[in-house]
């Protein structure tokens, strides 16, 4: 009876360790994780496939379209490609609102455009402004300060501003799909950068946060610093009122390179006046490349608009005919946000 | 004896699983690589000690200063804190042997300076040139070319140049004893950064297999990119001849917020004319900085140049008297090569 308790106890312990030991080799819980849906917010379609397709094969040794980790670099639009743009930009929103005090402090730009516009208070009027006119308001309310304060008042700000549509704050107007490609992406030795015409210093105050992409790897319109001292003689940066990077059009990818040295393997993007060149010039690189072009074709979930489907011709993100045909001649991924898109925001669940 | 055989083997297996699982468990090799020298190639002393207490009080968590991970960013001037610089930049050794294919292709040069004064071969005369000078060999050796066309020829030439006094390739003269510092710190969660005065495009091209500082974490003077289309219609960036960011002086650091969003946690630097201010900011940071000067006073194993010791004030990398006593004040470390690095350089083993 002894021998046989010895036994049932080597038996079990054996067992046990057995356990334990293919639970740390055969990982169960990662096995489970990789065959379930990376990307549950998407309808299966072309657009889903061509994404999951490109990361196979870009990350499959055996593959001859194999990207060394190094090279995995996937940059991302973030208006209208990440979150909402439509009707008006939120960056655009924060400068608006600040426009008043801007003309309190300086009231001899109450009868320049385009303070003017922005003063008469007619959203119609200020939606017709030029991106000219938008890089005034941007540089004029965002000047003078030291990047932590700027970024300090933007953070204010998005704790209770609201979209007016969804009565939410701006960062919950983030598009679902999108979040999951970014981890999706991620979870493959993917580097995530954001790629925008919008103004860096905005961004990065909130990039971490809200899509995981910490400020080193948000590129976008900048605003030179410049190195001073401040009352107590302490070293600071002000941010100076004049754009030193533009990244509208090829600026976006110009840019890029000055900042980072790379061609990205991927590019997300959905509009012509700071997309187009990008998802031209990533597709064009040698092996796999992935170019994706949002198309916002649902008015009742989210907005539609864009030459490229018979709708107005907006000044906001607009998806040109020409840059549709470019994309259905290059071969790049067209998102339909309306087929392709099972869930856009998080809160609708 | 059936009995003796069945509990002998389940002993056995439980004894084989038990090895299996501890070896799993209880990182033995991790633990002695983490109790030998981080820094073997530095003699003890305040310089090795600081570095040392730095990471260990930003990287535990019961610290007051512990820094989080996201934070740990470290800067790493190039020339003279991680290569030789003396007595003249690589870098323009680089430019200078272009300027005869230069003038070649665009003959009114020839007497124009400073190209006269590179044609002449007068490695004094050269020695002398100003920082504008250099900048104007710079910009016109480096240009229309695309980068990656540019990043080969960099990478031709340093596979056969070599340093006249060592008669080695010139990314051997990297200082051993910062190369340790750069495994210490990302071994420790930092994110390593170049930030130089010298051309972006020029160190991108080695950067990763030099220091393991991937191009996306190279900041440098930069040359704008022009987006375009070669012969074959195929969208390309091509390097145009001026200036965009000049990382000389305080643009370093103004550069860096730029391209980034971070003050650094960690400075390295050892020059007044791209290295002060930068270090200067660093060390004014909120909670644990690092800001570190290294002290060229090694005549014998590599050069001693500097007015802060005295000795001629060199128009390359100087650590003037003026940087010597803010180092001082605000508490900054200086490395004395002489008396800090046990080793300088690798092949000295």
Redesign the interface.
Known sequence: MK?FL??TL??A??IL??V??LG?YIPFAKATAQSSDPLPSWNDGPAKQAIVEFVKVTTDKSSPKFVPP?ER?ATFDQDGTLWVEHPIYTQVTYNIERVPALVKAKPELANVEPFKTVLSGNRQAMAKLSIDDLFKIVVATQSGMT?QAFSAEVNQWLATAKDPRWKRPYTELVYQPMQEVLKYLRANGY?TFIATGGS??FV?AYS?RVYGI?????AGT?Q????GYDKNQ??I?TREPKV??NNME?GK??NF??????RPHAAFGNSSSDDQ?ML??TN?GEGARLSVAVLHDDAKREYAYGPAQGLPDTKVGTFSQAMYDMAKKQGWIVISMKNDWKQIFSFER
């Open positions: 021998k010895r036994n080597f038996l312990l054996s360790l057995l334990v030991v740390g190094k670099i990047p580097k860096a210093g990065r971490d910490p400020p080193e790897q948000v900048a030179p610093y410049l190195y302490q070293p940066l030193v990077l090829a990818l110009e390179w000055l900042l980072y040295g790379h060149q031209e010039f064009a």
